[in-house]
């Protein structure tokens, strides 16, 4: 039976490339990949969409392309967004109690959410994701649900990721322009870290960092819950411009050499060792030296993750993080990385893998869809609450008497 | 000069009258100080502060002081904050001598123009340099008033704040919630002088009247007396047998305090409570019990007084402070950042030496979009020894991370050779 609303559709417009993931919800609740659908990003840069009716003519592509494999029909997406305006932090909020019994009602809990959603943003920006940690009671931390609790002052605690309006509507626009609805938009950070992190290792703490070709996402969970969000806006695409900067090569021969040759760090078979490079007619016109394409790959790629360091050390987070680090995005193909990682945050590294979400090996497999699985697997999870609250609603209609 | 005499309280009040001189500066405060003056007062000093003869002149303190200098000829500073301080430094002396032998000098000004954020400060420091315990009141304008004037207003705030003792503000904007669609103007800024009464003779009562619970002058001082801090401040009122419990209620509810979230916030709060004859111990101790347990993480300094003519009534001023320790426009981060400053960072990106530089002329810092009008600094610029070509980032913006353009190759930006 083919419900139109079990079909969830992520749509990633990303700087490399822009692909489209549609995923099916079965009985049981889970997920499962179903179609997958791609094409060539051309109208983006860093994340953000520069070329509009370029980015439109690859997302129908996408589309369709992911339509055919998976012979449905999309009307509605979960659309990912990043960027360099992208910013988190913690926000809390405060409620006095002031019912004379001093129990906590869930008008309370609505109340201090409420407060702790008023925050003064910059009048250009709006909020994209408002997440609830941990309450707090008159002082006693870690509260998951403090309604029944007795106690005057509630606070809470909530992670809150904003960005600029206007770019945000920037995309929202593009794909309504598509006949498309744009169920939600979700950061690409936030989705890749669903996809990969099991409970447990969002409990014991991991960070997730989506190596992208415009962009870097990265998303600190722990105890169960996010603490930190963060967009370095340097990706891919600024080690294949400082490969053609430094090899003195145009900037197409510099991204073949760097998907051909390129390495995150620097082995001492390399040295001396030169590439040459053909033209269109088969004859060598340039030799480059593999020792320099490697050092310059490896700088770069060593000062994103430094910077990502650095984030974490002023935050605080570097002692949360036991399950370690997780590697996505395009960028964790590059030979060595994870070690490069290792080296630079002194912390377990490997790459991430989807998990519990079964269907299209080919898409399950690559680091550079899981950001876009993810936004399917957000998707199937509100798709799941509302099931569920829907269902209570009937059942609670069925048993009362009319 | 009011005559000490006058004053009809107690000999053995906590502070004579006489040693408490309120300003009016600028020509919102010299109305606002205008509005204050009347017997409940009597004893204070009362000064009116302008650049603007003709506001002086419609003024109805007994001392007026009017600064002025050639190029003025007595018109005002034309909004101009900076010509405001200028006036104000020239005449520092001036200022000096009139809040000499003060013991307290609270300060009313309007924020935002040219007297009321220029001069302020300036006499803010010259009453800390007589030895008195300087408040300031303040309003900071609308929303709606333009940028302008939000950035001289915050200017003269932040100057305000190292300078004074305590500065309490007035956010005009949070007015909109006392006032409906039919409220004109003139009524709202009665409102706003109003409610900044309220918060001075809530000090003023705390500072000068005996009572049922006293507080010595110096406790007072020591509490306030510090730089950098900011308040908010409220007054409630409320009658009739469960008083203390509205009281409380209402304050809780007060937009100015944020519904009850800058008690939590606050470091030090300092409450007046004022009633008949007939106010119980129990009822002092009920509202008492309530703020301290809102306000659980600040030291709580508390004065009771009683007035006949508040029989059956009570009234609650409440002023919470705290210490800005850092600036408002950072969000609050759940590790403290000074501590993690302090510890030896782990990571640190090699510091970045800079033979390269970005467009001809373009300096190395760009900074956040700050309101800063200082003298113009020199800016130190690179020579144009290299043009970088940002190949494929030529015309999308550039990344900029701690002042570095990231867009920059790294081995460029490290000085990495390649042999």
Redesign the interface.
């Known amino acids: 039976m083919f419900d139109d609303s079990d079909i969830i559709v992520g749509l990633e417009i990303g700087t490399s490339k822009v692909c489209a993931v549609v995923g099916e919800l079965n009985a049981e609740g889970a997920l499962n990949i179903i179609g997958l659908g791609q094409a060539r990003s051309r109208g983006v840069r860093k994340g953000e969409i520069v070329d509009p009716a370029q980015a439109e003519e690859d997302v129908r592509h996408a589309i369709v392309e992911a339509e055919q494999m998976a012979d449905v029909e999309i009307r509605r997406v979960y659309l990912g967004v990043t960027g360099g305006h992208l910013r988190g932090f913690n926000n809390r909020g405060v409620h006095p109690v002031v019912s004379a019994d001093r129990e906590i009602t869930e008008d309370d809990v609505q109340d201090v959410i409420k407060n702790a959603k008023a925050i003064n943003l910059p009048a250009e920006n709006s909020v994209i994701h408002a997440i609830r940690q941990h309450f707090s009671v008159d002082g006693q931390a870690g509260v998951t649900n403090p309604v029944g609790m007795l106690g005057s002052r509630l606070e809470v605690d909530m992670h809150v990721v904003h960005g600029i309006t206007n770019r945000l509507q920037n995309s929202i626009r593009l794909v309504k322009g598509l006949q498309l609805d744009v169920e939600e938009i979700v950061f690409n950070g936030l989705a890749a870290a669903l996809a990969l992190l099991t409970g447990e290792q969002k409990e014991l703490g991991a960070l997730v960092i989506d190596i992208g070709g415009g962009t870097t996402d990265y998303v600190v969970y722990a105890d169960g819950i996010i603490k930190h969000t963060g967009v370095l806006a340097v990706g891919g695409d600024h080690v294949s411009n400082d490969l053609a900067y430094g090899l003195k090569v145009p900037l197409s021969r510099a991204e073949k050499l760097k998907l051909e040759y390129g390495s995150a760090l620097l082995d001492d078979d390399c040295r001396g060792r030169t590439v040459t490079l053909t033209n269109e007619l088969g004859l060598p016109f340039k030799t480059v030296n593999l020792e320099h394409l490697r050092r310059i790959m490896s700088l770069r790629l060593e000062e994103i993750f430094q910077l990502i360091a650095q984030d974490l050390e002023h935050a605080g987070l570097f002692d949360y993080l036991r399950a370690g680090v997780f590697l996505c995005g395009g960028g964790a193909r590059v030979p060595q990385i994870a070690r490069l990682a290792e080296r630079v945050l002194q912390m377990p590294v490997s790459l991430g893998r989807t998990n519990s979400i079964s269907g299209l090996k080919s898409a399950l497999d690559q680091p550079e869809f899981v950001a876009a699985i993810g936004l399917a697997k957000f998707g199937s999870l509100k798709t799941r609450k509302r099931h569920d609250q829907s269902r209570f609603k009937n059942l609670l209609g069925k048993l009362l008497p009319r | 000069m009011k005559n000490s005499a006058e004053t009809s309280e107690t000999p053995s009040a906590p502070l004579p009258g006489r040693a408490v001189k309120i300003f009016g500066v600028g020509g919102a405060g010299v109305i606002l100080s205008d509005a204050l003056n009347h017997e409940e007062f009597a004893g204070a000093t009362f000064v009116a502060l302008d650049t603007d003869a003709a506001s002086l002149a419609a003024s109805t303190a007994p001392v007026k002081i009017h600064l002025e200098s050639k190029l003025l000829r007595g018109l005002g500073t034309g909004g101009d904050p900076e010509r405001g301080r200028a006036l104000a430094e020239e005449q520092f002396a001036t200022l000096q001598a009139a809040c000499g032998g003060a013991r307290a000098v609270f300060i009313a000004a309007g924020l935002g123009g040219g007297a009321g954020s220029g001069i302020a400060p300036v006499l803010a420091r010259a009453a800390r340099e007589a030895g008195a315990l300087t408040l300031a009141f303040v309003t900071l304008p609308f929303a709606c008033e333009g940028n302008r004037r939000r950035q001289q207003a915050e200017q003269g705030l932040e100057q305000l704040r190292s300078a004074a003792d305590s500065v309490l503000t007035l956010p005009s904007q949070k007015l909109f919630k006392f006032i409906d669609e039919n409220t004109t103007v003139l009524d709202t800024f009665r409102i706003a002088d109003g409610l900044l009464a309220e918060g001075v003779r809530g000090i003023w009562q705390l500072l000068t009247r005996p009572g049922l619970i006293q507080i010595h002058f110096d406790d007072v001082c020591a509490v306030l007396r510090d730089g950098h801090a900011e308040s908010a401040f409220a007054f409630v009122e409320a009658a009739g047998p469960a008083r203390s419990r509205e009281a409380v209620?209402k304050l809780?509810r007060h937009p100015l305090l944020d519904?009850?979230?800058a008690?939590?916030?606050a470091e030090t709060i300092l409450i007046s409570l004022l009633g008949g004859r007939d106010l119980t111990m129990a009822e002092v101790n009920r509202v008492m019990e309530q703020i301290g347990?809102?306000g659980?993480r600040a030291r709580i300094v508390m004065g009771a007084t009683l007035d006949a003519a508040m029989k059956d009534k009570l009234a609650v001023t409440l002023i919470a402070a705290r210490n800005a320790s850092w600036k408002?426009d950072t969000?609050?981060?759940?590790?403290s950042?000074e501590a993690?400053r302090e510890a030896a960072?782990?990571?640190?990106?090699r510091p970045a030496p800079p033979p390269v530089t970005l467009e001809a002329g373009e300096p190395m810092a760009t900074r956040r979009g700050g309101a800063r009008r200082e003298k113009p600094r020199m800016l130190q610029t690179q020579l144009p020894l290299t043009i970088?070509?940002?190949?494929?980032?030529d015309?999308?913006?550039p990344?900029i991370?701690q002042g570095e353009d990231?867009?920059i190759?790294?081995?460029?930006r490290?000085g990495?050779p390649?042999n």
């Open positions: 209620e809780l519904e009850g979230r008690l939590a916030e347990r809102q659980d408002s969000p609050p981060v759940t590790a950042p993690l960072p782990r990571y640190s990106v970088v070509t940002k190949g494929r980032f015309k999308s913006e990344t991370h990231l867009d190759p790294t081995f460029v490290r990495v390649l």
